[in-house]
């Protein structure tokens, strides 16, 4: 009796890998690019991996990168291998991995671990080039520090991990405002000529005037509205908002805000104005694009569209 059930367990599973084959070879794992510039991301996708004669699921498995690990998440899709057949939607796993202006140079490991094994590809990370700016510090600088409440809050803020995808990956993101920039992101800073290890600019500024309206870049969910008279000490009024998958948003230094905190926003929709508050030496916004909790160039956002 035993044995006639494992049997049958036996054939059901066997027709469900004959069913997924095709997939498995097409799409057993796509990391691409395999050469990025610091800031940028690399997309790995699938839904399988072929470890020998038997198949991990993506589900199962991570991705560990420079010490850290990142899950993928489930994607419905319409497969162009089914669209043949009658374009039947499927699905697939997917993660992006952050680099920053901090990660090494060089050739990195990405290592794919899942419960079959081990898999080691090799990434090839190139210089952003970003400039550096000279600080010369002249007198002891009384300067503000973030408060513990701000600090938790934003780092919860941006590690967030929700699983559906919200903006359109068919077009850049919209700009969030229309003034020029007046500074861009990367950018490094050396302290009366030593270099500042743990520094650069975060995001993109725009030299906006205060009322200035800030836009939505893409769809999402405010999941952070801190307030300067709440202890947003540096960040001033800021906004986060939850693009999906680990892509955050974030608008800093706000005068007025326009949307409340769970609210979802579209493309284009105000989200508040220009300010000054928090730490900033004039009006400007501060806009910056988080992935898997690290700071991504904002500018490949508002340029390419972002699978
Ligand atoms: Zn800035």
Redesign the pocket.
Known sequence: MLKKTNFSLFLFLLLIINLFLPLVAQAALWINPLVVKQGEIVLIKGLYYNFGNAYSMLADCQISFQGKNYLFAREIVDFQGFESSGGTYGFQYTTRIPTTPLTKLGDLPLTLKCPLGEEKFNLKVLSGNFPVQNIVLTSSKNSLSATEKETNAVKNAINTFTPFKLWDSTKPWLAPNKARLS?LYGLRRTYNGVLAQNYF???L?FAAFTGNPITSPAKGKVILLGKEKEGFAVHGNCLLIDHGQGVISGYLHLSEFNVAEGEMVEPGQVLGKVGESGIATGPHL?FGVYVNGENVNPDNWLKFAIP
């Open positions: 500074s600019h975060k995001g500024d501060h």
